[in-house]
T-cell receptor
Framework: DVKVTQSSRYLVKRTGEKVFLECVQD?????MFWYRQDPGLGLRLIYF???????EKGDIPEGYSVSREKKERFSLILESASTNQTSMYLC????????????FGEGSWLTVV | AQKVTQAQTEISVVEKEDVTLDCVYE???????LFWYKQPPSGELVFLIR??????QNEISGRYSWNFQKSTSSFNFTITASQVVDSAVYFC????????????FGTGTSLTVIP
């Protein structure tokens, strides 16, 4: 079974703090994704990566950056957290883009106060 | 424009009732893939099914069934004899071959099964 692991399930951070959300997958998947989930808005893509050190902006990249130094690990960084970044963050991975299934981690609930 | 529409925001049914979750999609690609995911209260999205655009055959898996109709651009999901454990948010998603990295998700339907 594919396993996507997000390091933190629940975080509370202060406004202005730098926040790291870590994600690791164990299936040698090429593609990794970070989504944000908010009520009524569904899942919105923040960034994705199709290879080590490669990244592409998704629909809402503002205020976020990412890092993919190793194939199995994809980190989401909030340089200076703001209250409007309070949300559920979901990491996902996929073998290749040809209609393959995307697999999700358990999610990280971030609260910025 | 929304590529995947789940018009039902919330649905409540009594246990053992059947329930259908609607999904309408929009694409110009001839090759695309449709998915359903379940998100229980724990938060993780669990993959349920994947269909490609060339296979309109309906599928049944236990109490779950899916009705794919290209003529109406719909991919509806029916739960037969619902159970409390079916309570979750269900997401429909579209992946187009030409934009392979992108998944387009609907806004989800929250299903509550009342015992």
């Amino acid at each position: 079974d594919v396993k996507v692991t997000q390091s933190s399930r629940y975080l509370v951070k202060r406004t202005g703090e730098k926040v790291f959300l870590e994600c690791v997958q164990d299936m040698d998947h090429e593609n990794m994704f970070w989504y944000r989930q908010d009520p009524g808005l569904g899942l919105r893509l923040i960034y994705f990566s199709y290879d080590v050190k490669m990244k592409e902006k998704g629909d809402i990249p503002e205020g976020y950056s990412v890092s993919r130094e190793k194939k199995e690990r994809f980190s989401l960084i909030l340089e200076s957290a703001s209250t409007n970044q309070t949300s559920m963050y979901l990491c996902a991975s996929m073998w290749d883009p040809s209609g393959n299934t995307i697999y999700f981690g358990e999610g990280s609930w971030l609260t910025v106060v | 424009a929304q590529k995947v529409t789940q018009a039902q925001t919330e649905i409540s049914v009594v246990e053992k009732e059947d329930v259908t979750l609607d999904c309408v999609y929009e694409t110009r690609d001839t090759t695309y893939y449709l998915f359903w995911y379940k998100q229980p209260p724990s938060g993780e999205l669990v993959f349920l099914i994947r269909r490609n655009s060339f296979d309109e055959q309906n599928e049944i898996s236990g109490r779950y069934s899916w009705n794919f109709q290209k003529s109406t651009s719909s991919f509806n999901f029916t739960i037969t004899a619902s159970q409390v454990v079916d309570s979750a948010v269900y997401f429909c998603a579209l992946s187009e071959l030409n934009t392979g990295n992108q998944f387009y998700f609907g806004t989800g339907t929250s299903l509550t099964v009342i015992p």
